[in-house]
Every structure is written in C-alpha cells, then in structure tokens.
C-alpha cells in the first residue's frame, strides 16, 4: 500500500513530519516499509534561476556557437557559450550557473562547471526544457514571459510538485487502511490515545452542492444477483468535458504509482484511493436499453474487456450489462472495450457499488485480472461508503470536468447491513494481551476508531463494530486493536519467565536438517525454497483423484499441491539454465501432498538433491567432466554415512521421470530414490542438459535413526590386511550381488569391500565380464597371519562360486 504524505496530511488535523508519520504508522501496526522523495521533476529545478539575455555575438571559432551575456539578478552578467539557433536579446530564459546540478528527461544529470568551449569561457548554460526535465522539447532554449523579473527561481516559477511516498506493509487483515482516510483514521486515534483526548477527528474532504443539468438523463438500476450485489449505487452526469487532469491531481496519483490517463478516470482513481471505494464510469451512450443490469450470464459468453482480448465468461462472473443484456463491465473486476470513457465522451453513467469478495475473488483469479478494484473488493470494502464516493467523485467532476448531474442518486440497497455485536471484558483483554489497561483507555481507543459503546459494566463492554472493519469479528479483534493503537512497544516483557523444560525426542530432525544442510552446503550446494503449489499439468500420469486441488487458486499454472518434488526443482533449474547459469549443486527439504480421502491430505518430508553441469571446470590441468550418475550416487551414499546409517542396499527400480532409476534401502526399508531425468521431463522444462536427482524419505529416514544406537570405540592398534580377487561373471550380476555374497561369509573380520576394475573382453567368453574386487580384513584384538587370511579368502571364494557361478581369474 502506498501512501503520499501530502495527500495524508489533508485529512489530519495536524502535521506530523514524514519521520514522526513513520513513527505512528509503524507503531500502529502499518508498517513503514521505505519513505522515498517524490519529484514530479527531478531535482525540483534546484539552482535553475530566470535569466534576461543582455548580448548575442557570434563564436569567432564556431559557426553554430554564441557568445551571449545574461543576467541572473545577482552581481555580473554571466558570459555563457551558447549553441540554441533560436537565442535572441531581449528574452527571459532558464539559466543554470555554476554548481548547479541539471536533470534531463533522459540521460545522466550534470553538474555545472566553468570551462572553455573553442576558446571561449562559459560560465554556465542556457536551457530547453528537457535539458531540465520539463518536456521532450529539443528544438531551441526555452523562451519565458518577457515580464518575468531576472533573478526568479524556477522553482517558483513551475512550482515542480515534492512529495513524501510511505511504503505500507499492510497485513490482509487491515482492510480499512487500504486508502488515505483510513490511514488517517488510525492516526487519529493514536493521537486521542496519547494525549488521553477525542479532540483528534479525521478531515472528511467536503462536498459542495453540485448544480444539477438543464435536462434530465435516466438510466435506471436492476439488480438481479442481490446475494453478489447487496448495493448499487449509480448516478447520471451529462454536459462532461473529457481532458487532462490538473496538476496537482496528476502528482498525487503519480506519486503513489498511478498513471494519469484523464481527468474522469483519474477522478474515480483519486476517490479509490482517497476513500477505499472503487468506482466506475461508463459511457452513457453505450449504455443501451435506458437501464444498466446487474445480474450473471450463461457460460461462453464472449466479452472484449478494456485490454483488447476477448473473454470467455464464467456463469458465476457478476457482469454490468446494459437494458440489452450486452455486457458492458465485469463487475468490481475489469471494464468493457466499447463501454469506459473516450475523449468524445459527453455523459456518463458513474457507478460505486459493494460486490461480495467471494465472488470477486473467484472472477478475479478466473480470468488473471489483478486490479486495484478487485483487490480491494477481495478484502472487504466498507458497504456505507458508496454513496459518500459517488457524492464525492460527482463533485470532482463538476469542478475539473464540467459534469453535472442528470438524475438523482440511484441506491439499490434492499438489505441494509447491521454493525456486529461484541462483547469483551477487561479482564480478557488483560490476559490476552499481557497488559493491564484502563477502562477508559480501551473506551478511549475503541471510540476513536469508530466502534460504539451499546453497553457497559464494571467488568466489560459491548461494542458495535463500524462497517469499515469486517475483519473485526470476535473479542480477541478487539484486543489486537486496543494494542496496537496504545503501541505494541508498550507491552512490557518481564524479568523472569516460568516454563517447564520439555524433553526432546530423539531423533531431533531440525539438528539432523541442519547436519545435513551444513554438509552439503560445504560441498557446494545451495539450498533453494520452492514452492509447494505447482501447475497440475504435470501431473498427468498421476490419478487425479490422489491429486491436492487448490479450491480458490491463485492462477491457472499454480493451482496444486505438489506430490512430487522433482518438478518444482526442475522449475527452478530451467530458470537458471536460461540465464546462463549453467552449473548447479540444488538441495531442498520440502514436503509433497496427497489426498486419501476428502479431509485426509497426508504430507510427506523429502530431502532432494538435484545436479546438472560440470563437477569439474575445464582447465589447462583437465577437461571439463560433466557431473554423472556415480557423482550423484558419492553423494547420496555420503549423506547415509554422515547419518549414520549402514548396511544400505541398492537395487533398480521404477520411477517416474527418472531413466535409469535405483532405490536404497536400510534394514529393508526404501530411504531414498536416485537416477537421472529422462529425456521426456527434460523436455517438458526445455532443459537441453542431463541433470541428476536424489530424493531422501524424511520420515523413514528419522525412523531408522530412532532405532539406531550409536557407539564409540577407539582405533585399532593392529594393522588392517587386504586381498584382491579377479572374479569373471556373467553379464547380468551386478556388484550390489558381490557384496551381498560377501557379506554372507559369517565373519566379523571383514571391514570394507571395494570394486576397483571392470573388464570386458571377448576373450572371457560370451557374455562374460570381470571384476577386480579389494578385501580388508581386520582383527581388533591381534594381528592376522596369513593363514587366518587365506583362509577367509578361501570362504568367499566358495562362496562366490557357488552362489554366483563366478570363475576366479589367477
């Protein structure tokens, strides 16, 4: 939310400086997120003065070049090198002296210096006007009255608007702080509270009578969804004349990031953010029928909106259609090509009406439109306060625009809204907030946001809730209001805290994330946060039913709960890859969703690795290696060992989107899934590179931890032996089965297992290969002897023979 201090200032009856503002703003729970400079120039015409040309001679080394004098009001003419061909005696011109800093409409400001142009001192220059950011104009200097007096400022001259800009980071439940007058309601009553008075009101700007036209024009007002339009208010305006704003108007609305477009749409945007009403104007004469229509039309129905593209509506879009049933505007959305004000526009029909947020919302993210009307619509807008705007834009209207009004005010309001009810005591309010506060206080702070006192007691209040907070809803609203405005800094903090030590499970998973984050970031990773709501589409191999649908989605591409990781990752890896950043180590802990059943959407914890590029850059020393599947896999069986967890066995398996893919499991549990992204999911992301991807099972990984008892024990005094074996075996028997006839051998004395060689040749036989496999054997108690050694040699090699037909290779 953006806020113009100068605007604000309007509606407080004092003037609190910019950082004073900051102060209560943020103490209020409106936290100032920046204060920034407004200038509608820039540089505010600093150090320009009004000069008076006194003398135009030509350069003596320049065809193009003058040597003028001129006059600022101020001691000495100023000799000035001037290129302009339209300078002449006798005019008043912009002069910028020595020192002074110039800001053009484009380009780099300049800072004046003395210097010698073809010889010739200059002491200066003479400006055109977008040398100093008045316009575009390049033909010649900029020419003034020639009854201006030598010496004025440019400042005063122009009058550049300065503004202060507050960068509000409203929370969505401030709704009645999304305009300048709520704003200023909240500040008034952190004054009353500080000074422990009513004295403070905000300045409601006020409304002149307008003159009404010689002839009536009336359109009339239907409302046939009443339940998505509890209130229409409308009013006709002829005689309106189409054209800029006034300055001051534009400033403000430019101040707070809104462009000026003309002075009938930028009325309806000053009252918006002047009152937090949204209104609309359409062309009278589009209008057709005599009647504008508030109801729901038939889905499929076409509609050109004011953006140019053609809409296909929703049954449950509340559309303004006129006495034809054309639709002219998607209702407190987004308005219609043919129906909003054009330059030739004469009269116009002008809305302000409350739309149900439910509605609005669903319409909204529909059809992508993110406008300030339905923003605003979204969060609840005061109902009560759309025949004030409409007075109030009315009024602007005839003043800037010529318009008067042509009908009397059109209210559909059949079911006026009652200000909610609630009741607090003062002891609740103590206890929730940590603070004790006087009566008198809360009624204080309550009365001057607005509330009503129905009712009181020694020991509580009942209050009535104004129609411009309906987030206020029960007791504890009532508490965050009372403090924030007495100032959350007021809440003390005691001494002394009681609490009772709790015992920690174990594992505790946020000290292994951190273990885990620490590693691999050393290693080179970074950790990214994607998000857990993703495009369904890629998601179509999945049975839809077991998919989390969001039910009020904030576009069409996020509008699921991920039930894998791979894709959001890939997301994030295209992002990178197509900004040249080609190289990456990614993990994540994150969480996928699924559904069992309606109201049963189990979350499952992932840690997930993703790798593509080069492991090793290319050098003078080395060639570039591409990172690959046993890259990934160091890792993965890295972070087992970092968790302590041995006896990890790995097999094929099935997964989607990954070609080759593997699963390890621990004790007979899966821990984790490992391979590559096959082509097809690349493809899906436009990824042209292999990337790799690990994906860890949180929850049965910290399982296997519970049941996992660690152990110390010193190192081995007696030295380690090892043995290598050649075994030739058939193609198909992998070195997982190795390890497993291995591990078979019923020996405690067998430390590490490693396969060092892989050779293929006809020479083996068909469909031979062999294995080159390291043993290390070790005795904590003794060192052993060959014979010991030979021994368990001569076990596995039986056992190799007869488990898996392998011929030892001598």
Wanted: hydrophobic share 40%; aromatic share 8%; charged share 20%.
């Amino acid at each position: 939310m953006t806020i113009s201090y100068n605007w604000l200032c309007d509606y407080l009856p004092v003037k609190p400086t910019p950082d004073e503002l900051s102060v209560i703003l943020t103490a209020v729970g409106l936290e100032v997120e920046s204060l920034e400079r407004f200038e509608s120039v820039k540089g505010s015409l600093e150090g320009l003065v009004v000069g008076e040309v006194l003398s135009v001679e030509k350069h003596p080394n320049a065809d193009k070049l003058r040597l003028t004098k001129v006059n600022i009001g101020n001691g000495e003419p100023l000799s000035i090198v001037c290129g302009a061909p339209n300078v002449a005696v006798g005019q008043k011109v912009i002069v910028a002296p020595i020192g002074t800093t110039i800001y053009p409409s484009s380009g780099e400001p300049m800072t004046m210096k003395k210097a010698k142009i073809r010889g010739e001192e200059s002491n200066g220059m003479i400006c055109a006007e977008d040398e100093i950011g008045l316009g575009t104009g390049h033909d010649g200097i900029l020419v003034l009255d020639p009854s201006l007096q030598a010496g004025l400022t440019a400042a005063e001259l122009f009058h550049p608007a300065q503004d202060w800009v507050f960068e509000i980071g409203l929370t969505p439940n401030h709704m009645d702080a999304m305009s300048h007058i709520g704003v200023a309601r909240d500040v008034c009553a952190f004054l009353n509270n500080q000074e422990n008075t009513q004295i403070y009101h905000v300045r409601r700007p006020g409304i002149s009578a307008a003159t009404k036209a010689a002839t009536a024009l009336q359109i009339g007002v239907e409302v046939k969804n009443n339940e998505a339009c509890p209130r229409y208010c409308g009013q006709t305006i002829t005689g309106v004349k189409v054209g800029p704003s006034p300055a001051w108007m534009q400033h403000r609305l430019q101040a707070i990031g809104v462009r000026p477009i003309n002075n009938i749409v930028d009325i309806t945007n000053y009252v918006l953010h002047e009152t937090g009403q949204p209104l609309h104007a359409f062309d009278a004469a589009e209008i057709k029928g005599g009647k504008v229509v508030i109801q729901n039309l038939p889905t499929g129905t076409p509609f050109l909106s004011l953006d140019g593209k053609e809409r296909k509506l929703d049954e449950g879009d509340l559309m303004i259609c006129d006495g034809e049933n054309t639709p002219l505007c998607i209702a407190g959305v987004f308005g219609g090509a043919s129906s909003g004000v054009k330059d030739s526009t004469s009269n116009i029909f002008l809305e302000s009406a409350h739309f149900s947020a439910t509605g609005i919302r669903k319409t909204s993210v529909r059809h992508g439109l993110r406008t300030d009307a339905a923003v605003r619509f979204e969060k609840g807008v005061d109902i009560g306060l759309a025949p004030f705007a409409l007075e109030r834009a009315v009024a602007l209207i005839g003043e800037l625009a010529h318009g008067a009004p042509a009908s009397e005010v059109a209210d559909v309001y059949p079911l006026p809204s009652e200000q909610a009810s609630i009741d607090v005591t003062y002891q609740y309010i103590n206890k929730l907030s940590g603070h004790t506060y006087a009566p008198e206080k809360v009624k204080n702070i309550l009365c001057s946001l607005g509330f009503t006192i129905q009712s009181e007691t020694d020991h509580g209040l009942r209050v009535s809730v104004p129609l411009h907070k309906p987030d206020i809803t029960i007791p504890a609203d009532i508490v965050e209001e009372v403090m924030r405005i007495d100032g959350l800094d007021n809440i003390p903090i005691p001494e002394f805290i009681n609490m009772v030590p709790s015992r920690q499970s174990q594992p505790d998973k946020e000290r292994v994330k951190e273990k885990l984050a620490e590693y691999l970031a050393g290693n080179g990773f970074s950790e990214i946060f994607t998000n857990s709501i993703t495009n369904s589409q890629y998601y179509k191999h999945l049975d839809q039913d077991t998919l989390v649908k969001m039910i009020n989605s904030l576009s069409a591409d996020l509008d699921t709960m991920r039930p894998s990781m791979l894709e959001t990752g890939l997301e994030r890896i295209a992002y990178n890859l197509n900004r040249r950043n080609d190289d990456l180590l990614f993990f994540e802990f994150g969480k996928t969703y699924r559904k069992e059943a309606v109201g049963d959407y189990p979350e499952t914890e992932h840690l997930s690795l993703y790798l593509t590029g080069q492991k090793l850059p290319e050098t003078w020393m080395h060639k570039a290696q591409p990172v690959d599947f046993y890259y990934l896999k160091g890792y993965v069986q890295n972070i087992l060992q970092v968790l302590g967890l041995q006896g990890a066995e790995m097999a094929t398996a099935t997964v989607h989107g990954l070609e080759p893919a593997f699963e390890i499991a621990v004790n007979g549990k899966v821990v984790a899934v490992l391979g590559g992204v096959n082509t097809q999911k690349l493809k899906e992301f436009d990824i042209k590179q292999a990337v790799w991807y690990a994906d860890f099972h949180w929850g049965t990984i910290l399982q296997q931890l519970q049941t996992k008892d660690t152990f110390y024990e010193e190192i081995a005094k007696f030295p380690a032996v090892r043995r290598d074996l050649a075994l030739v075996l058939d193609k198909q028997v992998n070195f997982a089965a190795v390890e497993t006839t291995a591990r078979s051998v019923k020996t405690t004395l067998l430390q590490h297992i490693n396969l060092f060689d892989v050779f293929e040749s006809e020479k083996l036989g068909a469909g031979k290969k062999s294995y080159a496999v390291s043993f290390t054997f070790q005795d904590k108690q003794k060192t052993l002897t060959d014979q010991e050694t030979d021994a368990l040699m001569n076990k596995l090699i039986k056992a190799f023979e007869t488990q898996l037909q392998a011929e030892i290779r001598k």
